[in-house]
């Protein structure tokens, strides 16, 4: 960030009978001017998706995340380590963000859920296979959120479960496991694909939307003038 960047967002904020917000919407368009070049993204969405373009039809973020919970630390890295419980040195196939019990643990991309319940030392367990190449897995949770079955498609950051100590832990925390055609690799340091643009079949819609989003915008500016 440099001196002179300017953010826009644009979202919508919910207020009740009494005035008081009770709900603050997803951004629908972003945009960052960094050192006079201008970085505008749309948020798109459809049966299928909710995720951010830019002008062009490509997508604003990875297309997984590699810390899928937020305020926590890193308490135990991926690779070999002594076991907190055996004893022995052993490969920690993961990485641990510790982080009270109740924390909100999110999806790390788009996927369908492969697997939830109990997964014997991991304890209350959650695998997602985002495409035939990516899977991640979530353990030692204290619960599941509502409507997280086997089956279930989920979105890049939806709340899935929550953290805990079930199974071989020593304390509430993730156990986080990143998975590339089908061996284990450290979440932290993969490369991770660029998200995918959106797709030939819906470019015409995309733009379509862009388009009537930036008139949209016009309207707002040119009242906002208006009142000042």
């Known amino acids: 960030i440099y001196e002179g960047d300017y953010f826009e967002a644009l979202f919508t904020r919910r207020k009740n009978d ?4 009770v709900q603050i919407d997803d951004p629908e368009y972003l945009v960052l001017s960094s ?4 970085l505008v993204y749309y948020l798109y969405s459809n049966d299928e998706l909710s995720e951010y373009f830019d002008e062009n039809g490509k997508g604003m973020t990875k297309s997984l995340m590699k810390t899928p919970i937020n305020g926590a630390r890193l308490s135990s890295s991926y690779g ?3 076991h907190p419980i055996s004893g022995y040195n052993k490969l920690h196939k993961g990485v641990d963000f510790a982080a009270p ?3 909100p643990i999110f999806a790390a991309g788009n996927g369908i859920v492969e697997y939830v319940g109990r997964n014997g030392g991991y304890g209350k367990y959650i695998r997602i296979r985002h495409d035939s190449t990516y899977k991640t897995a979530y353990a030692h949770l204290n619960g599941y959120k509502k409507g997280i079955s086997s089956g279930v498609r989920v979105k890049q950051g939806q709340i899935i479960g929550y953290v805990g100590s079930t199974g071989r832990s020593t304390g509430p925390h993730l156990h986080y496991e990143f998975r590339v055609g089908g061996n284990h690799t450290n979440p932290l340091t993969v490369k991770l694909p660029d998200a995918k643009p959106i797709s030939e079949v819906e470019k015409e819609e995309f733009f379509d939307y862009a388009i009537k989003m930036i008139n949209r915008l016009d309207e707002l500016f040119l009242k906002l003038y208006a009142e000042v």
């Open 101 to 103: 019990t109740g924390t």
């Open 18 to 21: 009494q005035r008081k917000t």
């Open 35 to 38: 050192r006079g070049t201008p």
């Open 80 to 82: 070999m380590r002594k």
